[in-house]
Every structure is written in structure tokens, then in C-alpha cells.
């Protein structure tokens, strides 16, 4: 990877972390309500469990941005952490926190049995 290319997923990666600190410390605020009627409790409680969903999708991610940037760190950024093979550019642009090549990551999503939630689908290694 080029240095110039390493610039701007560093700064992807930047804004990124911005981005979910930002969110997280909206979600601070969660709290448990009781409802009156039951169609409110039961409103009250959808929202809830979407809130847990998002901050729990928003720290796993937190985690990986971070991770990234530490492989920038490094030097190991742009390398699957699995084969050691190059990830490609194009995917790195879409996803700059992806750890693993297409061929790793297929594989490790065909072994979980789906992809993971809020998974980014995958780039065709062509481009």
C-alpha cells in the first residue's frame, strides 16, 4: 500500500472512531422505563433491545477501527491477519478496518454459518 493510499484510510479510520465515539456516548442515556399500558411496555421495551443492538454493533466496530489503526501503527496494516496475503485497495477504501482478504473472510463467515450482523457485504476482488 502506498503511502498516500495509508493517508486516507488513516483518516477514514479517523473519522470513523469520531464518528462512534460520538454515538456511543449518545447511547449513555439508556435506561428502563415502566409503562402504564401495555402497548406503551411493549414499545418501550422495541426500543430498548434496538438501543442495546446498536451499542453493542458500535463497540464491536469501535474495537476494529481501533485495531486498524494500531496495524498502521505497526506496519502491518493492509495485511490479513489470517494468510498474511495483501488485502486489496478497493476493499481496504470500502472497509478500512477489514483485517482479513476476501478469501479469509468468506471462509471465516462460511464457518459461522451466515454473515455477522451488520456485516458490510463483500467487495468482488476484481476491482
Known sequence: ???PDLSI???MLEAELDLLDRRLRQHEGITVERAPEAIDA???AAERDLAISNLERDTALLGD???ALERIAD???GLCQNCGKEIRRARLFAVP????????QETTESEMGSEPKGAI???DEAA
Open 75 to 77: 506496519g502491518s496494516y
Open 42 to 44: 411493549g414499545q418501550l
Open 9 to 11: 484510510c488513516e483518516g
Open 1 to 3: 500500500m502506498t503511502r
Open 65 to 67: 477501527v481501533r485495531a
Open 121 to 123: 457485504p463483500l467487495l
Open 97 to 104: 478496518w477489514a483485517a482479513y482478504c476476501i478469501d479469509c
